[in-house]
Structures are given as C-alpha cells and as structure tokens.
C-alpha cells in the first residue's frame, strides 16, 4: 500500500517508520522544513529509543521518504493518514481541531482516486464528520472515505506498542474501507492482534475514555499515596495487593507527583469539554483534573516541607525533567509546576535531564547540569522527578558526599525506604514510611 502521513511528530514518524517496515511504502510529510531537512540528512528530530535504526533501514530500502511536499505523496496514496497536533486550545481547554482541518482541506484539494483519510490524531467525537464535510466542501467529486484509526502508543516505548499493540481500533462508516485497512495493518494478524471494527464515532470516544481512565487509575493512586501518608501505611503494597486481582490490573497504579505529558493533561480537558457540551458531563474526569492539576501544584510545597518549610536561598538539585523516562518531550511535564514555583520560592535550582534538551528553554533561571553527581553537588535536597533507569542505582555514599544538605524527595518511589539506611541521607518516597 502507498501511504501519506500528514505530521511527522512523535506518532507520524513512529507510524510511518513502523508502516514501511511493514512493508508499505510511505512518505512523511510536515510543514515544519527544518524537522524534514533534519530527517534527509539522517537525523532523527526526537529521542525515541530503536527509532533511528528502524528509520535508516526503511529509507534505506527505498520504502520511506520525508518531504514538506505534500502534492505526489497524496495523489499516489492509499490512505492519508493525519497524525499532526491536537494541544488544548487556549482558554476553554478544548482539543485545536486547527491543524486537523487545515491537514483536510490541503488532502482534499490533492486525492486522486479512491482514498481512504485516517485520523490517527486524537479528535473529539464528531470530527470525522466534520473532515467529510470539508473534502465533500472543497471537492465534490472525490472518492474517500473517512475513518478513525487512533494510536495507543507510548512515547518511550512507542515502536513495540506500535508493532505488537493490545488491539487495533478502526472507526468507519464507509465499507469500502475496511479492506484497506485490513491491508494497512496486515502483518499484525500474525500476532493475532485483535482488529476492532466500530463505528467511526465510537472509534473517537475509544481513544478519549481510554487516556481518561488511566489518567483517573494514577490520580486514584495518588490520593490512596496521600491517604497512606495520613493514616500509616504503604502505597507500594496497596497498589501490588490490589494491582494482582484481575478486575484492577497492576498497571498505572505507580503514586508519583501527578500525571503530565503530551497527552493525559489535554485528552482529559477535551473529554470534559465534550462531555458537559453534550450535557452528560464526566464527574469523575472533571475532579481527576482538579486532583491532578491541585497536585501537581503542592509537590512544590511537599519539597520544601521537607527541607523544613523554606528553600530561600537553598540549592535544590532536580533529577529528570521530562515527563516520563525514555523521551525527550517536556510537554506539560510536572517538572513545568514543580520547578518553577521552587524558583519562585527563592531556591536555586540546578538539573540534569538525559534526553529533555528543550527544558533550558523552557525553564528559564535552571542551571543545567553533566549528570546526577553534578546536580546532586553543593545542594541541599536532592529530588527525583522523573525514573530514568541511569538514576536507579545511584552511590548514594557518593550523592551524601557532594550535596551541602542530606535532604532527599523521591516522588517517583524509585528507591525504598532504608536503601539510604547509613549514608547519613533522610530519604522520603510517596506514599510510604520515611527512611533514613
Ligand atoms: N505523543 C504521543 O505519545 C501520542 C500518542 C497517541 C496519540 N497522540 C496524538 O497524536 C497526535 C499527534 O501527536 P504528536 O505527539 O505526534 O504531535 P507532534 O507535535 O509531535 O507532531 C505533530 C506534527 O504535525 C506537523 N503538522 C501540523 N500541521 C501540519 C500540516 N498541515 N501539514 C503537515 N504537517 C503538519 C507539525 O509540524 C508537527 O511536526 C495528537 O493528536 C496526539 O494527541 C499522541
């Protein structure tokens, strides 16, 4: 099959690159000329773990290609698929349907033949409609069928979840389609990966109700981590006993300094939105948003009650700025709330992040930092926010040595109580008892 991804972010250049090794022919396309030039040379714009090998090799075979040209790639295609941004529109909190339409209108003028459009972005309810509307609008005579197709992947792990995915959800209301898509995601079937087939509106609700019960699994967690805080107990083992009955499942049930990233935070604003508009508002997301954004906010406060109530003038030395290990994105990482309301409290913050480049500019007044040691040095608390795996099996006789304080908050439970036991650290996870 010929493909054309419109968008070559995080999902459109995973897609794409896992879409030609699977053997179809592909080309990215994104409007932004430095991320496609970036790409022809050989570079790969974002930190993805195997994505630089998968992409080489498929450019290599002459099956995927990277253009800011759109015009050849969608005449020749299959299926269009539409894999640009989706961010909360500012002020009411409502996904920006902006690129998505724009991405239809340019599609329209361009389809040649029978096309099948995928929105592989995540659009609230009703969307694909309104893309049917505007090619019918701008080409009255194409052949197309619009279908919902959205993604599950997770940055850091995006190609595995890409290739052996749980299910494949495929929203249409154009038969015609279905066989294309079939085709698209073929040499899945060997996995015997199920291929849900709704109707293309239920497709999009899919992929909202999915993010807002995870992101609702974590703020749960969180609020039994405070719980555990007040009345004595341990989160880790709460969340393993009640993780290992089936019904619950042992995932996303990690207490830590509330959820971020490019998806949760926006996803579950655009769900509210959609849900009170449609006068079925979802109680249970609107306060998962509450909680979650309340918690983001007072982790700051948790860090300072730590170092005894006031960081003015103290050195606080951060590890991990992304919003989750294995990725490079910042997007409403909680590093964003966190480190910024220190600063304001007057600490002096320094940090080292392996991957999240983009937090120098995004954390201005941040001295950045070589590695774990440099961050931990001269400071009074150290704190983990984010697991990267280089943090997990820190010298912590080394970490006592540098800082000038022995303070260390670990919001993500990455070491327990007592692994600190005799290094002079006072060590305080989420959720649990306090070491030393
Ligand atoms: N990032 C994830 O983990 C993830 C997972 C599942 C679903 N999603 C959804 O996938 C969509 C894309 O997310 P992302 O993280 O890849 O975003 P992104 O910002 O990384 O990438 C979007 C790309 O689209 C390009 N673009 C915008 N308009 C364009 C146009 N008209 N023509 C060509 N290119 C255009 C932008 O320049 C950008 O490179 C969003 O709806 C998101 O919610 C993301």
């Given amino acids: 099959m010929r493909i054309a991804m419109i968008g070559t972010g995080y999902v459109g250049l995973v897609s794409g690159a896992c879409f030609a090794d699977f053997g179809h022919v592909v080309c990215c396309i994104d409007k932004d000329a430095g991320k496609i030039a970036r790409l022809n040379a050989g570079e790969i714009p974002i930190f993805e773990p195997g994505l630089d090998a998968l992409v080489a090799a ?55 033949g029978f096309t099948v459009i995928v929105t592989k972005s995540t659009v609230p309810v009703g ?33 595995e979840d890409f290739k052996r995915p749980d299910r494949v959800i495929v929203g ?31 497709s999009e609700l899919i992929k909202y109700a999915a993010n807002a019960y995870l992101a609702m699994k974590i703020t749960f967690i969180n609020e039994v981590a405070d719980l555990c805080e007040a009345v004595g107990g341990d989160v880790q083992q709460v969340a393993r006993g009640i993780g290992l009955d089936g019904r619950i499942g042992g995932k996303f049930l990690n207490a830590g300094p509330g959820y971020g990233g490019s998806c949760f935070p926006k996803d579950t604003k655009a769900l509210v939105r959609t849900a009170s508009a ?42 991990g700025l992304t919003f989750k290990p294995n990725t490079d994105d910042m997007r409403d990482a909680p590093s964003l709330d966190i480190v910024p309301a220190l600063l304001a409290a ?46 997990r099996a820190l010298d912590f006789a080394k970490v006592r040595d540098v800082m000038r304080g022995k303070v260390v908050v670990d919001l993500r439970n990455i070491y327990k109580p007592g692994d600190m036991t005799g290094t002079g650290l006072e060590y305080q996870g989420i959720g649990r008892p306090r070491g030393d």
């Fill in 58 to 112: 498929n450019v290599k075979a002459g099956r995927l290609t990277f253009s800011v040209e759109a015009a050849d790639a969608i005449a020749g295609a299959d299926a269009v698929f539409i894999a640009v941004g989706t961010p909360s529109r500012r002020g009411d909190g409502h996904a920006d349907l902006s690129y998505v339409y724009a991405a239809a209108e340019e599609i329209a003028g361009l389809i040649d």
């Fill in 278 to 319: 449609a006068g079925a508002p979802l109680r249970l997301i609107e306060t998962t948003v509450a909680v979650n954004d309340a918690r983001k906010k007072a982790m700051a406060t948790r860090i300072a009650a730590a170092m005894g109530g006031d960081v003015a003038g103290k050195t606080i030395g951060i590890l």
């Fill in 346 to 391: 007057g600490a002096k913050v320094q940090a080292y992040d392996p991957e999240g480049h983009e937090a120098k500019a995004l954390l201005p007044g941040v001295a950045m930092k070589a590695g774990p040691y440099e961050a931990a040095k001269g400071a009074d608390a150290l704190v983990f926010l984010t697991e990267w795996d280089q943090f």
């Fill in 172 to 202: 249409l209301d154009d038969e015609r389609a279905r066989e294309v898509m079939r085709e698209l995601y073929r040499p899945l079937s060997l996995n015997e990966t199920p291929m849900v087939f709704t109707s293309r509106r239920t």
């Fill in 127 to 159: 969307t694909g409609d309104e893309i049917d509307a505007i090619v019918r609008r701008v080409r009255p005579d194409a052949q197309f069928a619009v279908v919902s197709n959205p993604e599950f992947l997770r940055e850091g792990a995006a190609i």
